[in-house]
T-cell receptor
Framework: NAGVTQTPKFQVLKTGQSMTLQCAQD?????MSWYRQDPGMGLRLIHY???????DQGEVPNGYNVSRSTTEDFPLRLLSAAPSQTSVYFC?????????????FGEGSWLTVV | KNEVEQSPQNLTAQEGEFITINCSYS?????LHWLQQHPGGGIVSLFM???GKKKHGRLIATINIQEKHSSLHITASHPRDSAVYIC???????????FGQGTILTVHP
């Protein structure tokens, strides 16, 4: 099993450009989520999904879109990149709803918006 | 006040020392996770606790639900333990996790 795979690892964008961060998992997990990690702050939830066709907003959803057309994939779209979106992004997945299940993270995507 | 507070924020140790990282939280939880993040790398799950104590190799995690406090202990620390250790608590709201800011551990040979 590959676990959770994120691409790209590194990306530089210009302000106003759009892009998609890809996330795929091969563990048949229902729950998938996107976080951003900024210096001095804990991981913050952007969007999450509890199954194919079902998504919801987290703490910091503005400027981001998600979709979940399959169990495996959960892409994160930046609609019009802003310097405030410079961050490290992590995709994660786990089995079921419960926060008591082991969570699996991708390797992270380093995004710089200039 | 953050819902999840970790201490210390930075910790430096000599190889072989016993290390303790603390996590306090202010809300009711259903589970607490300890995670490890190596520099430039991904995040891996070390433990999930809902009560009591768990041990894996040189790592021990404890939780006191009444006091809303958890500790992560590393016995006989090694330079390869150098990483950021993150505490995360899970409530009952859609299974969301709230993360602490992390503790940066550096172990010198």
């Amino acid at each position: 099993n590959a676990g959770v795979t994120q691409t790209p690892k590194f990306q530089v964008l210009k302000t106003g450009q759009s892009m998609t961060l890809q996330c795929a998992q091969d563990m048949n997990h229902e729950y998938m989520s996107w976080y951003r990690q900024d210096p001095g702050m804990g991981l913050r939830l952007i969007h999450y999904s509890v199954g194919a066709g079902i998504t919801d907003q987290g703490e910091v959803p503005n400027g981001y879109n998600v979709s979940r057309s399959t169990t495996e994939d959960f892409p994160l779209r930046l609609l019009s990149a802003a310097p405030s979106q410079t961050s490290v992004y992590f995709c994660a997945s786990r089995r079921g709803w419960s926060s008591g299940n082991t969570i699996y993270f991708g390797e992270g995507s380093w995004l710089t918006v200039v | 006040k953050n819902e999840v507070e970790q201490s210390p924020q930075n910790l430096t140790a000599q190889e072989g020392e016993f290390i303790t990282i603390n996590c306090s939280y202010s809300v009711g939880i259903s589970a607490l996770h300890w995670l490890q993040q190596h520099p430039g790398g991904g995040i891996v799950s070390l433990f999930m606790l809902s009560s009591g104590k768990k041990k894996h190799g040189r790592l021990i995690a404890t939780i006191n639900i009444q006091e809303k406090h958890s500790s992560l202990h590393i016995t006989a620390s090694h330079p390869r333990d150098s990483a950021v250790y993150i505490c995360a608590v899970g409530g009952t709201s859609y299974g969301k996790l709230t993360f602490g800011q992390g503790t940066i551990l550096t172990v010198h040979p």
